[in-house]
């Protein structure tokens, strides 16, 4: 700024003031100082703004836990289109489904002085998440509920999601169906699994534990995992699969082996229509989640500034809907 001022023949106050519309610098000195600023393209540093006046940036930041699935990018277009609309920035950090990592980015965004961060976590204890913990910053969970601490979140529908997709296989008269799921322990594994064997009970059947593959990470792992229960003596006749990972790896395996099998999923994705096989999806948006997050968080910012954080937390749920390609 004294560069500026120095090249403009004016004082660093009225740079400031200029930069700021103040309606103490005449028009003309305004146009000599913004001529002076792009001559020496200076920009303000935020970040030294925020810290010399003791205030947050205007930065939120997001953690997800795989980059590579589609779902975590459009759930932080999602993210970036809310914060955009109110003049903030997201910052975004991959974790990998490791706790760990995910505790040094929440640190680190931490000491950066964003002003909140929306995570999806990597695991169950979500304690080192409090407010309490990390200067007061506040925190917005997405996809995942929080454990062990009290937090705003957003969830999707995925016990009613599962079950309605899962009751199209048993709907179609399908009785050895075999579900295809990440990690058991994560909580949309879990509750879309919890879906599925709901669906199989109303219709009077049990769940076959050879006919269940869990911890499938990638497309690859799910195509593996599809083919071993399609070449079982008795293979299922239908295959559940409790994301698009697992969805696409199916399609693949199906496809090769046996392509008469029927499939449901969870979580749509791009070409789904142009696939030809009997494929229904329970569909949601995965934007939505990133844009609810996204407005609890900075909801949440603007009543800590306004009268501290003295409301309890919100949950949020997405619906899903259901999407049929091929023959139902």
Known sequence: MADVAKHAGVAPMTVSR???DDPRVSPSTRVKVLASVAALGYRRNEVARSLRAGQSSDLLGLVVTNLANPFYAQLALGVES???EHGMTMVLGNTA??????KELVNNLVSRRVSGIIVVPAGSDHSHLR????????????????????LDCVLVDDFGGALAAARVLTGAGHRRIGFLGPLPGLWTSAERFRGFCTALAEAGLAVD?????FGLRDVPAAEHAARELLHLA???TALFAANNRSTIGAVRAITGARPRTALAGFDDFELADMLGLPLTVAAYDPAEIGMQAARLLIDRIDRI?????DTP???VVVPTTLTHYGQA
């Open 97 to 102: 489904e490791d706790p760990g990592r995910e």
């Open 305 to 309: 500034e306004r009268a501290g954080n």
């Open 234 to 236: 008795d293979p299922p």
């Open 313 to 315: 937390p919100q949950r």
């Open 18 to 20: 200029a930069l700021h």
């Open 209 to 213: 534990e050879q006919n269940v593959r």
């Open 82 to 84: 809310f914060a955009a």
């Open 131 to 150: 407010p309490s913990g990390l200067d007061g910053m506040p925190v917005v969970l997405a996809a995942r509920p929080p454990s062990r601490a009290e």
